[in-house]
């Protein structure tokens, strides 16, 4: 059974920087197989797509709100997929998600619905 763990998530202030990390076990094969992306969700606000890093972590999505704040990364050897954060703003508090897909392709690694292993999430608070 796949297991996702998210961790890094805190509290700091507007401006500052946090690295998410998740890692994934019990997986079932080698973890480059898998396409990873984080989500985060904010209070009162939708699930959004943060970003995604396709298998051999040539090819990635940002989405237009973090672009050029964020960025994602993977070590393959460690099972680990990682969000740096920069120049972090109170609108990026929210629960952020970690989540793998062993059937996405490039033109649907945005999809959510390929994503059907998920972490419990890990909390990032903003304060302004």
């Known amino acids: ?3 996702i763990v998210e961790s890094g998530g805190g509290l700091v202030q507007a ?3 946090l690295r998410l990390s998740c890692t994934a076990s019990g997986i079932g094969q080698p ?8 989500f985060r969700q ?3 606000k939708e699930q959004e797509l943060v970003a995604t890093i396709f298998r ?14 964020f960025t994602i990364s993977r070590e393959n050897l460690r099972s680990t997929v990682y969000l740096q954060m920069n120049n972090l ?17 490039l033109s649907t690694m945005t999809t959510r619905e390929v994503y059907k292993h998920w972490g419990q999430g890990t909390q990032v608070t903003i304060s302004s």
């Open 1 to 3: 059974q796949v297991h």
């Open 15 to 17: 401006g500052a920087s």
């Open 31 to 38: 973890f480059n197989n898998y396409v990873m992306a984080w």
């Open 42 to 44: 904010g209070p009162g």
């Open 56 to 69: 051999g972590g040539t090819s990635k999505y940002y989405a237009d709100s973090v672009k050029g704040r």
């Open 89 to 105: 703003k109170p609108e990026d508090t929210a629960v952020y998600y970690c989540a793998a897909s062993g059937t996405a392709i």
